[in-house]
Protein backbone atom coordinates (compact mmCIF):
# COMPACT_ATOMS: atom_id res chain seq x y z
CA UNK A 1 0.00 0.00 0.00
CA UNK A 2 1.25 3.31 -0.76
CA UNK A 3 2.25 5.55 2.04
CA UNK A 4 -0.02 8.54 2.18
CA UNK A 5 2.67 11.53 2.52
CA UNK A 6 1.50 14.96 5.08
CA UNK A 7 2.78 17.80 4.66
CA UNK A 8 4.62 19.19 7.84
CA UNK A 9 3.81 21.95 9.57
CA UNK A 10 4.84 25.50 9.37
CA UNK A 11 7.34 26.06 11.18
CA UNK A 12 6.83 29.22 13.43
CA UNK A 13 8.38 32.27 12.62
CA UNK A 14 9.97 32.84 16.24
CA UNK A 15 9.49 32.40 19.44
CA UNK A 16 8.34 34.57 22.87
CA UNK A 17 9.26 32.15 25.49
CA UNK A 18 7.52 29.00 24.92
CA UNK A 19 4.84 30.95 23.05
CA UNK A 20 4.99 30.41 18.71
CA UNK A 21 4.16 33.16 16.64
CA UNK A 22 3.64 32.57 13.05
CA UNK A 23 4.46 35.83 11.02
CA UNK A 24 6.46 38.88 10.96
CA UNK A 25 3.94 41.71 11.12
CA UNK A 26 1.50 42.71 13.96
CA UNK A 27 -1.10 45.48 14.61
CA UNK A 28 0.53 48.18 17.60
CA UNK A 29 -1.39 48.32 20.54
CA UNK A 30 -2.92 51.57 20.06
CA UNK A 31 -5.45 53.02 22.66
CA UNK A 32 -8.51 53.92 20.78
CA UNK A 33 -7.78 52.29 17.91
CA UNK A 34 -6.61 48.74 18.73
CA UNK A 35 -9.71 47.83 20.49
CA UNK A 36 -11.29 44.39 19.81
CA UNK A 37 -13.23 44.85 16.49
CA UNK A 38 -9.97 46.89 15.21
CA UNK A 39 -7.99 43.85 16.55
CA UNK A 40 -9.75 40.79 15.46
CA UNK A 41 -10.11 42.20 11.49
CA UNK A 42 -6.31 42.95 11.47
CA UNK A 43 -5.33 39.24 13.25
CA UNK A 44 -8.13 38.05 10.24
CA UNK A 45 -5.84 39.36 7.51
CA UNK A 46 -2.29 38.14 8.88
CA UNK A 47 -1.70 40.35 12.20
CA UNK A 48 0.72 37.74 13.96
CA UNK A 49 -0.52 38.26 17.26
CA UNK A 50 -3.21 40.36 19.25
CA UNK A 51 -1.98 43.13 21.37
CA UNK A 52 -4.79 44.97 23.60
CA UNK A 53 -4.69 48.46 24.27
CA UNK A 54 -2.84 49.66 27.40
CA UNK A 55 -4.33 49.83 30.33
CA UNK A 56 -2.90 51.21 33.67
CA UNK A 57 -1.91 48.84 36.12
CA UNK A 58 -3.81 50.79 39.61
CA UNK A 59 -7.09 50.05 37.42
CA UNK A 60 -6.62 47.45 36.75
CA UNK A 61 -6.16 46.48 40.31
CA UNK A 62 -8.89 48.66 41.64
CA UNK A 63 -11.66 48.57 38.87
CA UNK A 64 -11.09 45.06 36.76
CA UNK A 65 -14.77 45.02 36.63
CA UNK A 66 -14.88 48.04 34.88
CA UNK A 67 -11.75 47.52 32.44
CA UNK A 68 -12.38 43.97 31.63
CA UNK A 69 -13.76 44.64 28.46
CA UNK A 70 -10.08 45.87 27.31
CA UNK A 71 -9.11 42.29 27.84
CA UNK A 72 -11.65 40.42 25.52
CA UNK A 73 -10.62 37.99 22.94
CA UNK A 74 -11.11 35.19 21.17
CA UNK A 75 -9.50 31.57 21.66
CA UNK A 76 -8.93 31.72 16.96
CA UNK A 77 -7.08 35.42 18.00
CA UNK A 78 -4.00 33.72 19.65
CA UNK A 79 -1.50 34.43 20.38
CA UNK A 80 -2.75 37.34 22.64
CA UNK A 81 -0.29 39.99 24.33
CA UNK A 82 -2.44 41.89 27.57
CA UNK A 83 -0.42 45.44 28.14
CA UNK A 84 -0.17 47.26 31.16
CA UNK A 85 1.35 50.09 32.57
CA UNK A 86 2.24 51.71 35.60
CA UNK A 87 4.88 53.38 37.43
CA UNK A 88 4.86 51.08 41.00
CA UNK A 89 6.45 47.39 40.17
CA UNK A 90 3.93 45.97 43.06
CA UNK A 91 1.10 47.84 41.32
CA UNK A 92 2.40 46.16 38.49
CA UNK A 93 3.29 42.45 39.73
CA UNK A 94 -0.44 42.69 41.22
CA UNK A 95 -2.63 44.16 38.37
CA UNK A 96 -0.24 41.14 35.69
CA UNK A 97 -1.35 38.90 38.21
CA UNK A 98 -5.23 40.08 37.92
CA UNK A 99 -5.13 40.13 34.08
CA UNK A 100 -3.22 36.85 33.78
CA UNK A 101 -6.40 34.84 35.15
CA UNK A 102 -7.78 36.19 31.72
CA UNK A 103 -5.26 33.37 30.29
CA UNK A 104 -3.55 35.77 27.54
CA UNK A 105 -0.20 34.23 25.94
CA UNK A 106 2.17 37.05 26.52
CA UNK A 107 1.69 39.93 29.17
CA UNK A 108 3.68 43.08 27.74
CA UNK A 109 4.50 46.46 29.94
CA UNK A 110 4.60 49.51 28.05
CA UNK A 111 7.33 51.54 28.63
CA UNK A 112 6.86 53.68 25.38
CA UNK A 113 4.38 55.78 25.54
CA UNK A 114 4.96 59.48 24.87
CA UNK A 115 1.99 61.38 26.61
CA UNK A 116 2.60 63.67 28.90
CA UNK A 117 0.63 63.10 31.81
CA UNK A 118 1.67 59.38 31.77
CA UNK A 119 5.77 59.95 30.84
CA UNK A 120 5.90 62.58 33.42
CA UNK A 121 4.53 60.54 36.38
CA UNK A 122 7.17 58.17 35.56
CA UNK A 123 4.75 55.75 33.77
CA UNK A 124 5.60 54.64 29.45
CA UNK A 125 8.53 56.21 28.73
CA UNK A 126 8.98 57.90 31.93
CA UNK A 127 9.50 54.37 33.34
CA UNK A 128 12.84 54.39 31.29
CA UNK A 129 14.26 56.92 33.46
CA UNK A 130 14.47 54.33 36.38
CA UNK A 131 16.23 51.50 34.53
CA UNK A 132 16.80 49.99 38.41
CA UNK A 133 12.91 49.88 38.82
CA UNK A 134 12.74 47.86 35.35
CA UNK A 135 15.24 45.54 36.49
CA UNK A 136 12.49 44.81 39.48
CA UNK A 137 9.84 44.55 37.48
CA UNK A 138 11.07 42.49 34.99
CA UNK A 139 12.75 39.72 37.62
CA UNK A 140 10.10 39.43 39.88
CA UNK A 141 7.55 39.06 36.72
CA UNK A 142 9.20 36.65 35.22
CA UNK A 143 9.62 34.55 38.50
CA UNK A 144 6.12 34.99 39.48
CA UNK A 145 3.64 34.70 36.09
CA UNK A 146 2.84 31.81 33.98
CA UNK A 147 3.00 33.32 30.71
CA UNK A 148 6.35 35.17 29.36
CA UNK A 149 6.50 38.78 29.81
CA UNK A 150 7.28 41.13 26.95
CA UNK A 151 8.41 45.14 27.23
CA UNK A 152 7.75 47.83 24.66
CA UNK A 153 10.14 50.54 24.72
CA UNK A 154 11.36 54.05 22.77
CA UNK A 155 14.84 55.40 22.73
CA UNK A 156 14.37 56.86 25.96
CA UNK A 157 14.86 60.74 25.90
CA UNK A 158 16.60 63.02 24.71
CA UNK A 159 19.24 63.28 27.29
CA UNK A 160 19.11 60.00 28.21
CA UNK A 161 19.14 57.68 25.63
CA UNK A 162 19.76 54.54 27.56
CA UNK A 163 17.49 52.05 25.41
CA UNK A 164 20.60 49.76 24.85
CA UNK A 165 20.45 49.63 28.60
CA UNK A 166 17.16 48.84 28.95
CA UNK A 167 17.08 46.37 26.35
CA UNK A 168 19.74 44.57 27.82
CA UNK A 169 18.05 44.75 31.59
CA UNK A 170 15.06 43.83 29.59
CA UNK A 171 16.84 40.30 28.65
CA UNK A 172 18.79 39.93 31.49
CA UNK A 173 16.14 39.79 33.71
CA UNK A 174 13.42 37.15 32.26
CA UNK A 175 11.89 39.27 29.36
CA UNK A 176 11.02 36.90 26.18
CA UNK A 177 11.28 39.60 23.90
CA UNK A 178 11.07 43.38 23.52
CA UNK A 179 9.43 45.78 21.16
CA UNK A 180 11.53 49.10 19.74
CA UNK A 181 9.91 52.45 17.97
CA UNK A 182 12.71 54.03 16.68
CA UNK A 183 11.92 56.91 18.82
CA UNK A 184 12.69 58.98 21.65
CA UNK A 185 10.12 60.80 24.00
CA UNK A 186 10.33 64.38 22.85
CA UNK A 187 9.77 62.74 19.02
CA UNK A 188 6.37 61.39 19.97
CA UNK A 189 5.18 60.29 16.24
CA UNK A 190 7.05 62.87 14.49
CA UNK A 191 10.15 63.29 12.82
CA UNK A 192 11.63 60.03 11.74
CA UNK A 193 12.16 56.89 13.14
CA UNK A 194 16.03 55.92 13.86
CA UNK A 195 15.91 52.10 12.52
CA UNK A 196 20.18 51.81 13.07
CA UNK A 197 18.99 51.97 16.74
CA UNK A 198 16.33 49.07 16.36
CA UNK A 199 19.31 46.70 14.74
CA UNK A 200 21.21 48.05 17.61
CA UNK A 201 19.45 46.38 19.91
CA UNK A 202 18.87 43.48 17.92
CA UNK A 203 22.68 42.84 18.15
CA UNK A 204 22.34 43.35 21.49
CA UNK A 205 20.17 40.87 22.80
CA UNK A 206 19.31 37.14 22.28
CA UNK A 207 15.38 37.53 22.75
CA UNK A 208 13.40 38.47 19.88
CA UNK A 209 13.32 42.31 19.33
CA UNK A 210 9.74 43.74 17.25
CA UNK A 211 10.82 46.47 15.08
CA UNK A 212 8.33 49.57 15.20
CA UNK A 213 8.39 53.26 13.58
CA UNK A 214 7.64 54.55 9.87
CA UNK A 215 6.01 51.18 8.77
CA UNK A 216 2.70 52.41 5.99
CA UNK A 217 3.61 49.84 3.22
CA UNK A 218 4.14 46.44 2.34
CA UNK A 219 7.92 47.47 1.26
CA UNK A 220 8.38 49.34 4.38
CA UNK A 221 7.81 45.40 6.25
CA UNK A 222 10.62 44.31 4.11
CA UNK A 223 13.06 47.07 3.96
CA UNK A 224 12.65 47.39 8.17
CA UNK A 225 13.14 43.29 8.41
CA UNK A 226 16.35 43.32 6.27
CA UNK A 227 17.81 46.94 7.71
CA UNK A 228 17.81 45.85 11.51
CA UNK A 229 17.38 41.69 11.55
CA UNK A 230 14.47 42.21 13.96
CA UNK A 231 12.39 39.00 13.94
CA UNK A 232 8.80 41.00 13.38
CA UNK A 233 7.50 44.57 12.45
CA UNK A 234 4.71 46.19 14.22
CA UNK A 235 2.74 48.70 12.51
CA UNK A 236 0.52 51.49 14.40
CA UNK A 237 -0.53 54.34 12.41
CA UNK A 238 0.42 53.27 8.83
CA UNK A 239 -2.46 50.36 9.85
CA UNK A 240 -5.37 52.29 10.91
CA UNK A 241 -7.48 52.37 7.95
CA UNK A 242 -5.64 50.18 6.33
CA UNK A 243 -5.55 46.61 7.60
CA UNK A 244 -5.27 44.87 4.47
CA UNK A 245 -1.37 45.54 5.25
CA UNK A 246 -1.30 42.73 7.18
CA UNK A 247 -2.16 40.32 3.99
CA UNK A 248 0.87 42.51 2.56
CA UNK A 249 -1.69 43.87 0.18
CA UNK A 250 -0.89 48.02 -0.62
CA UNK A 251 -3.78 50.51 -0.30
CA UNK A 252 -4.01 51.22 -4.29
CA UNK A 253 -4.65 47.36 -4.59
CA UNK A 254 -7.84 47.32 -2.91
CA UNK A 255 -11.15 47.24 -4.87
CA UNK A 256 -13.48 50.13 -3.97
CA UNK A 257 -15.90 46.73 -3.11
CA UNK A 258 -13.86 45.52 -0.42
CA UNK A 259 -13.64 49.04 1.04
CA UNK A 260 -17.64 49.46 1.30
CA UNK A 261 -17.20 45.82 2.53
CA UNK A 262 -14.65 46.12 5.08
CA UNK A 263 -16.22 49.34 6.33
CA UNK A 264 -20.10 47.73 7.33
CA UNK A 265 -17.75 44.68 8.77
CA UNK A 266 -16.35 46.62 11.44
CA UNK A 267 -18.87 49.08 11.88
CA UNK A 268 -21.26 45.88 12.81
CA UNK A 269 -18.35 44.11 15.05
CA UNK A 270 -17.98 47.67 16.73
CA UNK A 271 -22.01 48.01 17.43
CA UNK A 272 -22.10 44.47 18.50
CA UNK A 273 -19.00 45.01 20.95
CA UNK A 274 -20.10 48.36 22.52
CA UNK A 275 -23.85 48.89 21.57
CA UNK A 276 -25.32 50.23 18.69
CA UNK A 277 -24.79 53.87 19.64
CA UNK A 278 -21.63 53.98 21.42
CA UNK A 279 -19.96 51.64 18.73
CA UNK A 280 -21.33 53.74 15.79
CA UNK A 281 -19.54 56.77 17.56
CA UNK A 282 -15.95 55.15 18.10
CA UNK A 283 -16.31 53.90 14.33
CA UNK A 284 -16.18 57.47 13.14
CA UNK A 285 -12.35 57.91 13.54
CA UNK A 286 -11.90 54.52 11.80
CA UNK A 287 -14.23 55.88 8.82
CA UNK A 288 -12.29 58.69 8.40
CA UNK A 289 -9.41 56.90 8.12
CA UNK A 290 -11.02 54.10 5.15
CA UNK A 291 -12.41 56.86 3.13
CA UNK A 292 -9.25 58.60 2.79
CA UNK A 293 -8.51 55.86 0.56
CA UNK A 294 -10.71 57.33 -1.76
CA UNK A 295 -11.02 59.95 -3.91
CA UNK A 296 -14.13 61.48 -1.92
CA UNK A 297 -14.69 65.31 -2.23
CA UNK A 298 -14.18 66.80 1.81
CA UNK A 299 -17.42 67.93 1.47
CA UNK A 300 -18.83 64.51 1.42
CA UNK A 301 -16.68 63.09 3.85
CA UNK A 302 -17.86 65.45 6.12
CA UNK A 303 -21.41 64.62 5.14
CA UNK A 304 -20.85 61.18 5.73
CA UNK A 305 -19.01 61.79 9.05
CA UNK A 306 -21.61 63.66 10.78
CA UNK A 307 -24.51 61.55 10.00
CA UNK A 308 -26.48 61.46 13.54
CA UNK A 309 -26.71 57.34 13.69
CA UNK A 310 -25.23 54.30 11.93
CA UNK A 311 -28.44 53.91 9.74
CA UNK A 312 -28.36 57.26 8.18
CA UNK A 313 -24.28 56.68 7.41
CA UNK A 314 -24.85 52.69 5.84
CA UNK A 315 -27.54 54.34 4.07
CA UNK A 316 -24.96 57.65 2.25
CA UNK A 317 -21.73 55.31 2.75
CA UNK A 318 -23.87 53.08 -0.29
CA UNK A 319 -25.09 55.87 -1.76
CA UNK A 320 -20.82 57.60 -1.76
CA UNK A 321 -19.66 54.36 -3.26
CA UNK A 322 -22.37 53.67 -5.92
CA UNK A 323 -21.12 56.57 -7.43
CA UNK A 324 -17.19 56.52 -6.74
CA UNK A 325 -18.22 53.31 -9.00
CA UNK A 326 -19.96 54.21 -11.93
CA UNK A 327 -17.36 57.18 -12.01
CA UNK A 328 -14.47 54.87 -12.23
CA UNK A 329 -16.46 52.70 -14.55
CA UNK A 330 -15.49 49.50 -12.02
Known sequence: ????????????????????????????????????????????????????????????????????????????????????????????????????????????????????????????????????????????????????????????????????????????????AITVHGRTREQGYGGQADWDAIAEVRALVSIPVIGNGDVSSVADIERMKNYTGCQAVMIGRGAIGHPWIFARRERESIPLAEVWEMMRLHLQRNMEFYGPRKGYGLFRKHANRYLLLQNLPRQRRIQLLTQPDASGFLALLDETFAELETRLGV
Not at 35 to 52: E, N, Q, V
Not at 55 to 71: D, K, Y
Not at 97 to 105: M, S
Not at 137 to 157: C, E, M, N
Request: charged share 25%.
Open 1 to 176: MDSVQQSSPPAPSFWIGSVPVYGDVILAPMDGFSDWPYRSICRALGSAMSFTEFMRAEFVVQAFEHVAARFFFREEERPVAFQIYGDDPDEILAAALRVQEKRPDVIDINMGCPARKIAHAGAGVGLMRTPLKIARIFRRLSAVLQVPVTGKIRLGWENCRNYKLVARIIAENGGA
